[in-house]
């Protein structure tokens, strides 16, 4: 018997069928050890000593596979082909090792890049030995990783309350999103102004030509600066004669693209079906793991994490037979196209993403998928396609118009694109972050040198120069991939970081830093700035793919790195907070203290008219406060994104009952609503504003409901009793009796209805009022397909999430838990179980990884700790029998990151 070891089960379940009676394939469920979060896991002092920690919930399964093991021939190690499953299949390796498992079994690694029979059965025909330089890769980058996020931190914290976690790439991506903004607000408009002429053949074809230059001078698209000298071009030309100087056709080929990497999936699944990179991710890991299709699992794709773009021989010729069935003769070129990578800093040699076997159309597979694996499936499939396809050609007309007035030449220039033969086009073309002209939509009347032309009009067109767009998450991939920072298999991670620990939020589907965000990014550079610089970034990056390739010491890295890192680390010890406020107030000039319109000085005080306006640092985070404190106490938000300005208030009209003025304004916790000044030494009311809902949002109506909260939603059905919906210091929530339960994520205060928000109630009431009691059952799905067991949906302190036996796994925002399927549940069920175990620990662990991690770990298992260690102190001083316990929790949180990450 040989024990065959996978990362999943449901690869575990597909290919155990393939290889039949004589292998037992068993799912490690990902990493099975990782490195505790405590302070010296990575010991520089001792040669970068790497400390390993089974997880807990991995221990059952490893005592499986050493069971197994035991009384097997062999041990097959076939994780994923990359450095992650190498890394896997050497921790599984060394367990046993310590297990003593292992006596005379033969230990192999396979590697197949596609799960089907074929790929499976050809790699069991070559195994090696594990690739011990691509483990010191992952070591490398897995110490690193966590001594910039275990050292880098907790000096945030100290010097930037608010502030979450720094990473070694998180940071640096985050400075893309940041920079960009800086540019936006910088940017100074120009106006400039575009001329063209509407003219005709003599056969009264029109067409549109540019004004290109003047009296032998080349007029570009900034030339024309203000409407007087449009408006002297516009009259030489009403008096102009116009004739063609020449007129010239060139051909042109325009050549597919090559297959899908894992960068460019990410880029084209946003641009073209709306789906974040971490959406895409899980989506494809299920079509390569295996969906069944006619009754029998196979996998559809090839690896989805590659920097490839090359296709194996076999891949080629099906997709040329494909093309020739389908689409004839002409759209298949001569000779197999062979495409190379241009990246120099590529991973080791995968194949491009494609489908397993060509000839299953999309609409074959299509019934088989839930919508978003079946528009995925197509999308790889028809980039395959038409990266095998002819060329298209195009040809590009360019006429030279001359304009003589008085004494005067104007030159001018029309286009046009025609297709003579659209080649792969019939088929693909690559979408565009950003909208562009389509000349291949613009075509030229037939024309000859010398011929006159009529004029038709002339079109005088004033612009202004715009800022750079703020990036998509498709662009920010594509950025990141040019620069060489971090690898295609950590972007989709990146980028959920940075959103979950909000320091950057998707608007119209572009990243807007958030000030949070801002605030760490101005740090980094003033005081880390080498660590944030994008080719020091990328140089590091290179230097882990030479000790990929044996051709580097691993240790030598961190040597370098460390050296340097941990003195600058050193020397922020002695900053003062003062320091610290004036650098980042110097940075963030342009954002925080943009120009008025009047033109007055932004940093005076409006309240006391003689103080300077500042950066400020409080126990919340930073704010804008008065040189003059505490004489004067004007404050306000970093910024204000409709946020009251000036005075800190900004009025929305009159309460039509109470007659009184319905105002918001900016404090020192947040903007929030006021009715009236309030009388007698009374408090007027107040409200704050509900989590997601922008000052700039608020009108008079909305502002009035919220000031009339609490409401009543209705009576609750078993007891007759209202049911009260309101906000309170904790945000918004739904009150029956003395049950408090907190409303979640997508839930609106001023809407929420009897029915929802009875099962809040009834959902905390049996979770008990310390929050521990029987969790409820929620949605049942069905059963999953290939393990077995009900799969449910069900609400959580953090918000819906999936579970399936002892995997939970959180919703995205973006998905309704109403109309969740059970194939998208099964989908978030199986990404969760083949992550890293330690991931799903217990909050007070997971916070302090999220920091040593830096790159990717969850955010929200450090909220949860910071929760919990107030009443971890508390219960420490109540109950005596309990203070070891509190005092163990107070010295592990002592040497790592606070629980606020």
């Known amino acids: 018997m040989q024990v065959v070891i996978v990362e999943s089960p449901a690869k575990a379940k597909t290919i155990n069928k393939y290889l039949g009676p004589g292998y037992e394939v068993i799912a490690s469920y990902g990493h099975v050890r990782d490195l505790p979060s405590k302070d010296g896991s990575v010991d520089p002092d001792a040669d970068f000593r790497m400390l390993w920690e089974v997880d807990p919930k991995a221990q059952k399964r490893l005592n499986e596979i050493a069971t197994a093991v035991k009384g097997a021939d062999g041990l097959i190690l076939a994780t994923d082909p990359d450095r992650e499953g190498e890394a896997i299949s050497w921790h599984v390796l060394e367990v046993l090792k310590q297990k003593k498992a292992l006596k005379d079994q033969k230990v192999e690694r396979v590697v197949f890049n596609a799960i089907t029979k074929q790929a ?83 056969r009264a074809e029109e067409f549109e030509a540019r004004l290109t230059g003047a009296d032998g001078k080349k007029i570009t698209r900034l030339s024309v600066g203000t409407a007087e000298e449009a408006k002297a071009f516009r009259a030489a030309l009403e008096a102009a004669d116009f004739r063609v100087r020449s007129v010239e056709a060139k051909p042109m080929r325009r050549h597919p693209q090559p297959p899908f990497t894992t960068s460019t999936l990410q880029q084209e699944a946003s641009r073209k079906l709306g789906l974040a990179p971490a959406r895409t991710m899980q989506i494809a890991q299920r079509l390569y793991e295996g969906v069944d299709v006619g009754g029998e699992t196979v996998g559809l794709i090839t690896y989805m994490r590659t920097d490839g773009v090359d296709m194996a021989p076999e891949a080629v010729a099906a997709t040329r037979s494909a093309i020739g069935k389908q689409f004839g003769p002409k759209y ?161 991670a990146v980028l959920a970081v940075l959103r979950d620990r909000e320091y950057v939020k998707l608007e119209k589907k572009r990243l807007v830093p958030e000030d949070k965000g801002r605030l760490v990014t101005a740090f980094l550079e003033s005081f880390f700035k080498r660590y944030v610089e994008y080719d020091f970034t990328a140089d590091l990056e290179e230097k882990l793919d030479e000790v990929s390739a044996a051709e580097l010491d691993w240790k030598e890295v961190l040597r370098a790195f460390w050296q340097d890192f941990h003195t600058a680390v050193e020397a922020t010890k002695d900053l003062r907070v003062s320091q610290v406020l004036d650098a980042l107030d110097e940075m963030l000039t ?90 007698d030494g009374e408090k007027p009311k107040r409200s704050s504003l509900p989590k ?50 907190n409303i979640e994520d ?129 219960a420490a001083k109540k109950t005596a029998t309990k203070q070891p316990a509190a005092k163990k929790t107070t010295k592990t949180a002592s040497k790592g990151p606070k629980a606020a990450e």
């Open 120 to 202: 499976v059965l050809d790699a069991m025909k070559a195994p090696r030995a594990i690739d011990v330089a691509l483990v010191d890769a992952y070591l490398a980058r897995r110490a690193l990783d966590y001594l910039v996020g275990f050292t880098l931190s907790p000096v945030l914290w100290r010097k930037l309350p608010g502030a979450r976690s720094a990473g070694r790439v998180q940071s640096v991506a985050l400075r893309l999103v940041c920079d960009r903004e800086r540019e936006i607000e910088t940017f100074v408009q120009k106006e400039y102004w575009s001329i063209l002429a509407r003219l005709a053949t003599p």
């Open 332 to 492: 298949l070129p001569g000779v197999p196209r062979k495409y190379t990578t241009k990246a120099k800093n590529a991973q080791e040699a995968h194949e491009a993403i494609r489908p397993t076997d060509p000839s299953r159309h999309p609409r074959e597979v299509a019934r088989h998928l839930d919508g978003e694996q079946a528009k995925l499936y197509e999308l790889i499939w028809i980039r395959t396609v038409a990266s095998q396809m002819e060329s298209a050609e195009l040809e590009r007309t360019t006429a030279d118009i001359e304009a003589k007035a008085g004494g005067r030449t104007l030159d001018l220039t029309a286009t046009g694109t025609v297709v003579k033969f659209d080649g792969f086009l019939t088929l693909y073309r690559e979408g565009k972050d950003d909208e562009d002209d389509d000349e291949e939509s613009r075509r030229l009347p037939a024309m000859s040198a010398n011929e006159k032309l009529n004029r038709r009009d002339i079109l005088t067109t004033q612009h202004f120069t715009e800022p750079p767009p703020r990036y998509s998450e498709a662009s920010l991939v594509k950025r990141m991939e040019e620069l060489g920072i971090g690898r295609p298999s950590t972007y989709a």
């Open 590 to 679: 342009a954002h925080i203290f943009p120009p008025t319109q009047d033109g007055s000085d932004p940093r005076l005080c409006p309240t006391c008219g003689n103080g300077r306006l500042s950066l400020k640092m409080g126990k919340f985070g930073a704010f804008i406060g008065c040189s003059n404190y505490p004489e004067c106490r004007h404050t306000r938000p970093l910024t204000g994104d409709g946020a009251p300005e000036g005075d800190g208030k900004r009025e929305l009209g009159i309460d039509p009952e109470s007659g009184e003025d319905v105002t918001i304004r900016a404090g020192r916790f947040g903007t929030y609503l006021q009715l009236g000044e309030g009388k």
């Open 692 to 741: 997601g809902l922008a000052p700039a949002d608020v009108d008079l109506e909305t502002a009035l409901k919220l000031l009339a909260l609490p409401r009543e939603v209705g009576k609750h059905p078993e007891d007759g009793e209202p049911i009260l919906a309101g906000i309170g210091r904790y945000g918004p929530y739904v009150q029956h009796g003395r049950t408090y339960a």
């Open 746 to 874: 997508g839930d609106d205060i001023l809407a929420i209805g009897l029915n929802r928000a009875v099962v809040l109630i009834a959902e905390k009431q049996s979770k008990g009022r310390g929050g521990r009691g029987a969790a409820t059952p929620g949605r049942t799905l069905g059963d999953h397909p290939t393990l077995g067991g009900p799969v449910t949906v069900r609400p959580g302190r953090f918000g819906p999430y999936v579970n399936h036996g002892k995997v939970n796994a959180t919703l995205p925002k973006s998905v309704d838990p109403e109309a969740l399927t059970l194939a998208e549940a099964v989908t978030l069920i199986d990404a969760k179980a083949a992550l890293s175990p330690s991931k799903a620990k217990a909050p007070r662990k997971a916070a302090t990884k999220a920091a040593a991690s830096g790159e990717d770990a969850p955010a929200k298992a450090a909220t949860k700790t910071a929760a919990k260690k107030p009443a971890a102190k508390s």
